[in-house]
């Protein structure tokens, strides 16, 4: 289904949770709806689902606006994030609900329940009750509930939260192939990072009601638009300026507004800082003299926070090298950074290192 | 240390003991002096178990007076009570569970407060009422007047447990396509059952106990319900003791099946009502 969401805006009393969001969504999409707790991602979804009415704005399915419809006529599947089953139903019922409720016979219904329950993979489950059922099969059944009625839109709240960590990597596997298998535009909320990027097609960081930037996983993470969607996407080093880190000396000087460049932000990811003895640094000329401080084993890498000039910078290093320890001195590169001034955000590259490739 | 333990111990079940037996007291006395022949029953020093037991004032229950007609009256004021306010209770607390309309904490307040007045201090208007719409002497007037003070609590027991469901389940079913009836019926009266089945309890009870508007109401004797029917016993000149606690023996029996049957639904009932309400 085409969605277009126009100035979209909700107040709860004093409080706007949802100011001026727009966005529009293709056919077929999967989409994540990521930011902070309280930000509002849940009553957008709400909205669209028509369970909570926008104080202003548009929202049109094909075209059409359907601020006056309520859910019944929208044509939606909804899972919620307590699965919201109902409990005085079998799984065989639970899925059975939208159909029985449309009047469907009962041939169709039940090739319908059946094809569903395959597709879930809770063949023979259909007589337990949700209490009988596991987290994750609970899951699966609102699920399957939801798409049942053939929707045209499934909106997903947080429908991974209630689960424990390992099913929940198995279910978002899951759910990825299933939509697009079912063909289905859905768009799910979810306040985890990895959830997004692993799942969605494209995503939508919401914070504090507004829409910060829509794009691909790897267009928000490579591109980030604003501070905020930096240092929520990934980690990130946040400094006041650039001073003493080679290679970025001018860097605020390309801003447009050169004389506010002071209250720039520059945001440096830990994937893209190289630190390590000087033999070691695919680029010494363009590297820094840093101080390592700490040292962390983090699972799959080294976290390695390193002194250079007067900041504090957090950098990854791969097992396989030498251990560093803390007293070490190092050569620090980075490659890149993002600068932002208000609504301005650049990415840079190291300009001794692209100047010295440049060179050969 | 042990020995405070036990001494601990000893105290408070001979405490719990003490106040069973004073819970329990009454009940043994009234069918102890159920099976006590007339002569027995002043005897000095009392006896516990009957000297002479017989069941002789049950016999003459059955065959003296209307007792059957009574039984069945009030089966059938006590269930008719029950359907009506269970009907009306599960509908009300739903609507004061979750539909947004004006004035509805202050409604909902006053049922409560209705609740903490004496039922006796609204005896003279309901039977000057009854007494205008001419339901004096009917099963309906009577079944009225029960549902009237059966209803606020009633109401509030399934507010509470209207209010234990949570709203994403009723959101569930819309999206799915029912509307504002198939959505209740269909999903949230099935899923308040042990609420609605407590509730019938309650109403059910209190209106087989009710005694002063089952009397003040009805002046026919082919109405009466139990209660009333064993306060005949209680003469002017002297109260027949035997038959009168025979037959509460014989009102307390359903009452006592039905709690024991449903024990579980009450209390739960009870403890939605209060905990989450």
Not at chain 1, 131 to 156: C, D, K, M
Not at chain 2, 159 to 179: L, M, N, Q, R, T
Request: net charge neutral; aromatic share 12%; glycine share 8%.
């Amino acid at each position: 289904m085409q969605i277009e969401v126009r100035n979209l805006k909700k107040d709860f009393g004093q409080f706007a949770a949802v100011q001026n969001v727009s966005f529009d969504i293709e056919p077929g999409k999967l989409i994540g709806l990521l930011g902070p707790s309280g930000g509002g991602k849940t009553t957008i979804l709400r909205m669209l689902a028509g369970l909570e009415k926008p104080t202003s704005g548009e929202i049109l399915f094909h075209g059409k606006n359907v601020n006056h419809l309520p859910p019944q006529e929208r044509g939606i599947g909804f899972v919620f994030q307590n699965y919201a089953l109902f409990k005085h139903m079998n799984v065989f019922d639970n899925i059975a609900f939208g159909l029985t409720v449309q009047k469907k016979t009962k041939r169709e219904i039940q090739e319908r329940v059946y094809e569903m329950i395959e597709l879930i993979g809770l063949k023979g489950l259909a007589e337990r009750y949700p209490h009988q059922l596991s987290g994750g099969q609970r899951q699966r059944v609102a699920f399957a509930r939801a798409l049942a009625p053939s929707p045209e839109l499934l909106l997903l709240d947080e429908p991974f939260a209630a689960i424990d960590a390992k099913v929940r990597k198995e279910l978002r596997t899951w759910l990825r192939e299933m939509i697009s298998r079912v063909g289905v535009t859905s768009i799910f909320v979810t306040h985890d990072q990895e959830e997004a990027v692993e799942v969605a097609d494209e995503i939508m960081i919401i914070n504090s009601g507004r829409l910060e930037q829509k794009g691909t996983p790897w267009q928000v993470y490579k591109e980030p638009q604003t501070p905020f969607v930096a240092s929520f996407l990934g980690e990130s080093n946040i400094l006041p300026d650039t001073a003493s880190i080679t290679g970025f000396e001018a860097a605020t000087f390309r801003l447009r507004d050169k004389s506010r460049a002071k209250t720039a932000n520059i945001l440096i990811r830990p994937e893209s800082i190289e630190v390590g003895r000087e033999h070691e640094i695919s680029n010494p000329a363009a590297a820094s003299i840093g101080l390592v401080k700490s040292v962390q084993f983090r699972g799959t890498l080294w976290q390695v926070e390193v002194e250079v000039g007067h900041h504090r910078l957090l950098a990854h290093r791969t097992l396989e090298k030498e251990t560093l320890k803390p007293g070490d001195e190092v050569a620090v590169l980075i490659h890149s950074l993002h600068l932002f001034h208000e609504d301005e955000s650049l990415f840079l590259e190291n300009e001794i290192k692209r100047a010295s490739s440049a060179a050969i | 240390m042990k020995r405070r333990r036990l001494l601990f111990t000893v105290f408070w079940w001979g405490a719990a003991l003490l106040f069973l037996a004073f819970l329990v007291f009454p009940v043994l006395w009234m069918i102890s002096t159920s099976l006590k022949p007339s002569g027995e029953i002043f005897q000095i020093p009392p006896t516990w178990v009957p000297e002479h037991p017989t069941l002789q004032a049950y016999s003459t229950l059955w065959q003296k007076g209307n007792f059957l007609r009574y039984l069945l009256n009030s089966i059938l004021v006590a269930l008719a009570t029950t359907g009506i306010a269970v009907l009306v209770a599960s509908m009300a607390g739903y609507a004061f569970a979750r539909l947004p309309f004006i004035g509805r904490k202050t409604v909902l307040f006053g049922i409560l407060t209705a609740q903490m007045i004496p039922g006796v201090l609204f005896l003279l208007p309901i039977f000057v009422l009854m007494k205008q719409l001419g339901l004096l002497n009917t099963y309906l007037g009577l079944i009225l007047a029960n549902v009237t003070f059966a209803l606020p609590f009633a109401i509030w027991m399934m507010y509470g447990f209207y209010k234990h469901i949570p709203a994403e389940i009723e959101e569930a079913a819309w999206v799915d396509g029912a509307g504002f009836g198939g959505t209740f019926f269909r999903v949230v009266l099935p899923m308040g059952m042990p609420g609605l089945l407590s509730c019938a309890i309650f109403c059910f009870l209190s209106a087989w106990d009710e005694f002063v508007f089952a009397l003040a109401l009805n002046t026919r004797d082919e109405l009466r319900t139990m209660p009333v029917g064993l306060f005949s016993f209680v003469g002017q000149f002297g109260i027949e003791w035997n038959y009168l606690l025979a037959g509460a023996v014989l009102v307390t029996i359903p009452a006592m099946v039905f709690f024991a049957l449903f024990q579980k639904y009450i209390l739960q009932g009870f403890a939605a009502g209060a905990v989450k309400g």
